[in-house]
């Protein structure tokens, strides 16, 4: 509906504070606005989003303007309280504790909302404290990745760049090569040249002085190939980036360059000719994805992020996880319920036990895929898992879709299935009470540093240790 935005919570209560006003009761205002009372009633407790010509209805039945209805501003203290409340529960922090929600009614003394209210303002703020990460680069990462998922991860802009870049020089099909890369440099004014002494910090350096991109001599560590950093080089001069003045900006420009960099080594005539082909023969893989263009896994599979829903009328999500379980990565736009802190940063977030992006570490065969479906709270999910390791330990990259669209992909007749009922971490982050009552007291482990930026140590008895593996690992080793 257009109701420019109006929260619906508090548009329930403005309808429900007009009506008693005026001594109205549900029924006697549904007959006057055209609705059944049973309808209204849902509307004022926020569990419907009315259409903007039944708001207009109901506003001319209170005989008040619509706009009064459509205020953001809830119509007074008491229903300020409600409505804090019932956002705070809805939140992951108040999910993790595995209580039940408290649904206030008209005996309820306000005091005793205020008093609630105010015990989860400072739940929130002791929650906030305690991430041990620089907050304006998760408050940044945080903004990015929700203005990314709006727009379905998909840059129409930087599209037609790339696509433009490549057909100039002189690419068809298959693989961007190098040579087709030093022609896009030489095209700019640019020549590649590969050295042995590049600052430790810089993966490349332009001089733009003298027209020269300093690159390694080989590929680096993690998958970041010697066509794809020149690309990323190139992508500051042709997207004009100043030096950043924020880590915004920073943040934007290096995801802008990345960007830019996939799409020219997956250009989106030939990716999306692809992808639509294996759709209608059913047989969508990453893996195939990956070879035909010479990527890496994980390439692969963000590129898929880019063009899934915008081309191929799918929503989906990637993970890629540490062996730790920490997440080091993720996208959705299909309601994967990913884990986030207290901020909604979702770095270094530990996944569900039951994902196969954790599972994967077990399987047996990990060089090829592992396919399983995942009933979850927000539904059943199927994935595919690819393990992986590099210098820093071992990963996961994973690429799911809910289960009406596992139907394109290969993998789609798995038979393995799992269940996860996170964020409750009663699910595979709180130990069992047998366990807890035999080891409390009597362990004492030590951490091990988590090593990304953005990542904040688990909490538990131990910070940075997860007491469920702890006190698992203490009870199969006590009977030796």
Same mark, same amino acid.
């Given at each position: 509906?257009?109701?420019?935005?109006?929260?619906?919570?508090?548009?329930?209560?403005?309808?429900?504070?007009?009506?008693?006003?005026?001594?109205?009761?549900?029924?006697?205002?549904?007959?006057?606005?055209?609705?059944?009372?049973?309808?209204?009633?849902?509307?004022?407790?926020?569990?419907?989003?009315?259409?903007?010509?039944?708001?207009?209805?109901?506003?001319?039945?209170?005989?008040?303007?619509?706009?009064?209805?459509?205020?953001?501003?809830?119509?007074?203290?008491?229903?300020?309280?409600?409505?804090?409340?019932?956002?705070?529960?809805?939140?992951?922090?108040?999910?993790?504790?595995?209580?039940?929600?408290?649904?206030?009614?008209?005996?309820?003394?306000?005091?005793?909302?205020?008093?609630?209210?105010?015990?989860?303002?400072?739940?929130?703020?002791?929650?906030?404290?305690?991430?041990?990460?620089?907050?304006?680069?998760?408050?940044?990462?945080?903004?990015?990745?929700?203005?990314?998922?709006?727009?379905?991860?998909?840059?129409?802009?930087?599209?037609?760049?790339?696509?433009?870049?490549?057909?100039?020089?002189?690419?068809?099909?298959?693989?961007?090569?190098?040579?087709?890369?030093?022609?896009?440099?030489?095209?700019?004014?640019?020549?590649?040249?590969?050295?042995?002494?590049?600052?430790?910090?810089?993966?490349?350096?332009?001089?733009?002085?003298?027209?020269?991109?300093?690159?390694?001599?080989?590929?680096?560590?993690?998958?970041?190939?010697?066509?794809?950093?020149?690309?990323?080089?190139?992508?500051?001069?042709?997207?004009?980036?100043?030096?950043?003045?924020?880590?915004?900006?920073?943040?934007?420009?290096?995801?802008?360059?990345?960007?830019?960099?996939?799409?020219?080594?997956?250009?989106?005539?030939?990716?999306?000719?692809?992808?639509?082909?294996?759709?209608?023969?059913?047989?969508?893989?990453?893996?195939?994805?990956?070879?035909?263009?010479?990527?890496?896994?994980?390439?692969?599979?963000?590129?898929?992020?880019?063009?899934?829903?915008?081309?191929?009328?799918?929503?989906?999500?990637?993970?890629?996880?540490?062996?730790?379980?920490?997440?080091?990565?993720?996208?959705?736009?299909?309601?994967? &319920? %990913? @884990?986030?802190?207290?901020?909604?940063?979702?770095?270094?977030?530990? #996944?569900?036990?039951?994902?196969? $992006?954790? /599972? +994967?570490?077990?399987?047996?065969?990990?060089?090829?895929?592992?396919?399983?479906?995942?009933?979850?709270?927000?539904?059943?999910?199927?994935?595919?898992?690819?393990?992986?390791?590099?210098?820093?330990?071992?990963?996961?990259?994973?690429?799911?879709?809910?289960?009406?669209?596992?139907?394109?992909?290969?993998?789609?007749?798995?038979?393995?299935?799992?269940?996860?009922?996170?964020?409750?971490?009663?699910?595979?982050?709180?130990?069992?009470?047998?366990?807890?009552?035999?080891?409390?007291?009597?362990?004492?482990?030590?951490?091990?540093?988590?090593?990304?930026?953005?990542? &904040? %140590? @688990?909490?538990?008895?131990?910070?940075?240790?997860?007491?469920?593996? #702890?006190?698992?690992?203490?009870? $199969?080793? /006590? +009977?030796?």
């Amino acid at each position: 509906m257009d109701t420019v935005s109006a929260d619906i919570a508090t548009l329930g209560h403005r309808i429900r504070h007009y009506r008693t006003q005026r001594g109205l009761t549900l029924d006697e205002l549904g007959a006057a606005a055209g609705v059944a009372g049973s309808q209204l009633s849902l509307i004022e407790n926020g569990k419907r989003e009315p259409r903007l010509s039944l708001l207009q209805s109901v506003a001319n039945a209170l005989a008040i303007d619509l706009s009064d209805l459509l205020s953001t501003e809830p119509p007074n203290s008491r229903a300020a309280l409600e409505i804090e409340l019932a956002r705070a529960q809805r939140g992951s922090l108040y999910a993790a504790l595995g209580l039940p929600p408290v649904k206030p009614t008209k005996g309820t003394p306000t005091e005793t909302l205020e008093a609630i209210v105010g015990l989860h303002r400072e739940l929130a703020r002791r929650a906030t404290q305690a991430i041990a990460t620089p907050e304006e680069a998760r408050r940044a990462n945080n903004e990015l990745r929700e203005q990314m998922r709006a727009q379905d991860n998909y840059i129409p802009e930087i599209e037609e760049l790339a696509e433009d870049r490549v057909r100039a020089a002189g690419h068809t099909r298959g693989a961007l090569t190098h040579r087709e890369v030093s022609v896009m440099a030489e095209q700019l004014g640019l020549r590649l040249i590969y050295v042995n002494d590049l600052p430790h910090s810089a993966r490349s350096v332009t001089d733009l002085a003298n027209g020269r991109i300093y690159l390694p001599p080989a590929s680096i560590p993690g998958g970041h190939g010697l066509r794809s950093m020149a690309l990323q080089a190139m992508a500051h001069r042709l997207l004009r980036h100043e030096p950043p003045e924020s880590y915004a900006d920073f943040l934007r420009q290096r995801l802008e360059i990345n960007y830019f960099a996939a799409c020219c080594l997956m250009p989106r005539e030939a990716a999306v000719g692809f992808l639509q082909e294996r759709k209608r023969d059913r047989d969508l893989a990453v893996e195939d994805f990956r070879d035909a263009f010479g990527v890496t896994h994980e390439a692969a599979a963000l590129r898929l992020t880019n063009l899934a829903t915008s081309h191929l009328d799918m929503t989906l999500h990637f993970l890629r996880v540490g062996d730790d379980g920490a997440l080091y990565k993720g996208y959705e736009n299909d309601g994967l &319920p %990913l @884990p986030t802190d207290v901020t909604g940063a979702i770095e270094g977030q530990l #996944v569900c036990r039951q994902w196969s $992006a954790r /599972s +994967a570490f077990t399987h047996t065969n990990r060089t090829t895929e592992l396919y399983q479906y995942t009933d979850t709270p927000a539904g059943t999910y199927w994935c595919a898992t690819q393990t992986g390791s590099t210098s820093a330990g071992g990963f996961s990259i994973s690429v799911g879709v809910p289960f009406a669209e596992a139907k394109w992909f290969r993998g789609r007749e798995t038979t393995v299935r799992a269940v996860s009922r996170c964020p409750d971490e009663s699910c595979c982050k709180r130990p069992a009470h047998e366990l807890e009552d035999r080891w409390a007291g009597k362990a004492w482990p030590s951490a091990r540093l988590h090593a990304h930026i953005l990542s &904040p %140590l @688990p909490s538990g008895s131990f910070p940075g240790v997860d007491d469920n593996e #702890v006190y698992a690992f203490l009870e $199969a080793h /006590s +009977a030796e």
